[in-house]
Nanobody, 128 residues
Framework: QVQLVESGGGSVQAGGSLRLSCAASGFAYSLFCMGWFRQAPGQEREGVAALYSAGSSPYHADSVKGRFFMSQNSAKKTFYLQMNSLKPEDTAMYYC?????????????????????WGQGTQVTVSS
């Protein structure tokens, strides 16, 4: 009965910024990992960022490090992905996801198959 709803996607020019939001409800665990993923046509799903509810430093993929920043507002049961200096290669469908326990980062990669709950996705398009 967990529900995740993304918002904040849209179309921007290269160099612009967007903030994605993920509103969560129905999650019963106190310790969990919040994650952001993206998938472009013809590409595999890529882990973008993750944050552990216990307060560890966020994980960011090398492709977005220094440009994207993940955060949360626990009172609102919402987590965010601030995306700055957007590039055309950032164009993709972006998904938020949650799994109980710690963040499944192996060999520097966030594993999508380990996440139990997913949002519907929000499209981000970056033009040149």
């Amino acid at each position: 009965q967990v529900q995740l709803v993304e918002s904040g996607g849209g179309s921007v020019q290269a160099g612009g910024s967007l903030r994605l939001s993920c509103a969560a409800s129905g999650f019963a665990y106190s310790l969990f990992c919040m994650g952001w993923f993206r998938q472009a046509p013809g590409q595999e799903r890529e882990g973008v960022a993750a944050l552990y509810s216990a307060g560890s430093s966020p994980y960011h993929a090398d492709s977005v490090k220094g440009r994207f920043f993940m955060s949360q507002n626990s009172a609102k049961k919402t987590f965010y992905l601030q995306m700055n200096s957007l590039k055309p290669e950032d164009t993709a469908m972006y998904y938020c996801a949650v799994v109980s326990g710690g963040c499944p980062v192996l060999f520097g990669t966030l594993r999508s198959r380990d996440f139990a709950y997913w949002g519907q996705g929000t499209q981000v398009t970056v033009s040149s």
